[in-house]
């Protein structure tokens, strides 16, 4: 119930293209879904993120949508560019603290957008 | 600001080996966390302290120890290194335990 997984692993995309990763979870008592963004040798910051009273929420050429009936969310990346290649590893955590209030990432994809 | 500070950048251990990773943040955060990547297996959380005076174990907590010294400083302890712990080591703090959390920028630690 508190894992969260992501898809695809791996992602090529031309440049001016959409990105599109997927994630979905099992806990409803999940309500904080972040998006986070990890260059070779950095550590993951966030990119943006969402809670579920919303279905969409952009910024700039990122967007999540929100499906809470489904589980789902994503992350659509619109005209990507080389420099948006990287690691996305989206994650979530429940409205309560204590040992199962930790965000819970997914495995990651790798994106590489191609000039 | 500094953010999330983490020291060393870079480390190799013999089997058997003992070390402590540091971390330090300037972010008045009250919750702080030490993950572990690998490969494949996404950000995986080793330990983490929810306010200070407090610890407790995450998913993978075997062959480590941690420290809260104050509001600031999260340590990690390796009692006796095993090539198992080759891994890239990233502290986080968080205001709150669900808010966003800020990432060191890691320690690439490798066991021989």
């Known amino acids: 119930q508190q894992q969260v997984k992501q898809s695809p692993q791996s992602l090529i995309v031309q440049k001016g293209g959409i990105s599109i990763i997927n994630c979905a979870y099992e806990n409803t008592a999940f309500d904080y879904f972040p998006w986070y963004q990890q260059f070779p040798g950095k550590g993951p910051a966030l990119l943006i993120a969402?809670?579920?009273?919303?279905s969409e929420k952009k910024e700039g050429r990122f967007t999540i949508s929100f499906n809470k009936s489904a589980k789902q969310f994503s992350l659509h990346i619109m005209d990507s560019q080389p420099g948006d290649s990287a690691t996305y590893f989206c994650?979530?955590?429940?409205?309560?603290?204590?040992?199962?209030?930790?965000?819970?990432f997914g495995k990651g994809t790798k994106l590489s957008v191609k000039p | 600001n500094a953010g999330v500070t983490q020291t060393p950048k870079f480390q190799v251990l013999k089997t058997g080996q003992s070390m402590t990773l540091q971390c330090a943040q300037d972010m008045n955060h009250n919750s702080m966390y030490w993950y572990r990547q690998d490969p494949g297996m996404g950000l995986r959380l080793i330990y983490y302290s929810a306010s200070e005076g407090t610890t407790d174990k995450g998913e993978v907590p075997n062959g480590y120890n941690v420290s809260r010294l104050n509001k600031r400083e999260f340590s990690l302890r390796l009692e006796s290194a095993a090539p198992s712990q080759t891994s890239v080591y990233f502290c986080?703090?968080?205001?709150?335990?669900?808010?966003?959390?800020?990432f060191g920028q890691g320690t690439r630690l490798t066991v021989v």
């Open positions: 986080a703090s968080s205001i709150l335990q669900n808010a966003e959390a800020f």
């Open positions: 969402i809670r579920p009273d919303v």
């Open positions: 994650a979530a955590s429940p409205n309560y603290g204590g040992s199962q209030g930790n965000l819970i």
